[in-house]
């Protein structure tokens, strides 16, 4: 089945310690989406690459970066996370990035931060 | 900017209920409306969505919404409730020109009751 795969799905860091997310994809989707999702909270936003073009939302702070090697992979880079970047962290993808467009969710991956 | 406005953060009805989950939108341009719903420790899962076609849109698991522009909502129905329907559901919002990008409530969580 096509699907949005999420590793791993829970991860434990340290205050401060780096870490990656991953996301990948068989939708052979063009566009992909890192999502922050807080207890109790709607998902928010990060940014999204449409291709290789990355897009990032104005209130996404620095230490959060992304990449897209290439189609199917997308990663979540925290640089330094701190207590409040504690959450489930979303990957989604969409076919085409028109507004009409399903996005397909992948399982997520819960971040804790000690 | 267009938002969307969930009321009530829970919701608790009987098994074989009616499920009536609201939603009201605000946008200057014709918005497209999605209903997700997430189960516990998973991604979101899209429900039915509002393209401009039908103003009824009938989705998955019996679910259906109405898009009511008069009263800017776009409200989730079920005729009758299964214990399985017990989850966390997000209404979205997207516009023309935002390559999906999606805005969501902050979600009303269904609890189904013997």
Known sequence: ?114 | AQSVTQLGSHVSVSEGALVLLRCNYSSSVPPYLFWYVQYPNQGLQLLLKYTSAATLVKGINGFEAEFKKSETSFHLTKPSAHMSDAAEYFCAVSITGTASKLTFGTGTRLQVTL
């Open chain 1, 1 to 114: 089945d096509a699907m949005v795969i999420q590793n791993p799905r829970y991860q434990v860091t340290q205050f401060g310690k780096p870490v990656t997310l991953s996301c990948s994809q068989t939708l052979n989707h063009n566009v992909m989406y890192w999502y922050q999702q807080k207890s109790s909270q709607a998902p928010k936003l990060l940014f999204h690459y449409y291709d290789k073009d990355f897009n990032n939302e104005a209130d996404t702070p620095d230490n959060f970066q992304s990449r897209r090697p290439n189609t199917s992979f997308c990663f979540l880079d925290i640089r330094s996370p701190g207590l409040g970047d504690a959450a489930m962290y979303l990957c989604a993808t969409s076919r085409a990035g028109q507004p009409t467009d399903t996005q397909y969710f992948g399982p997520g991956t819960r971040l804790t931060v000690l």
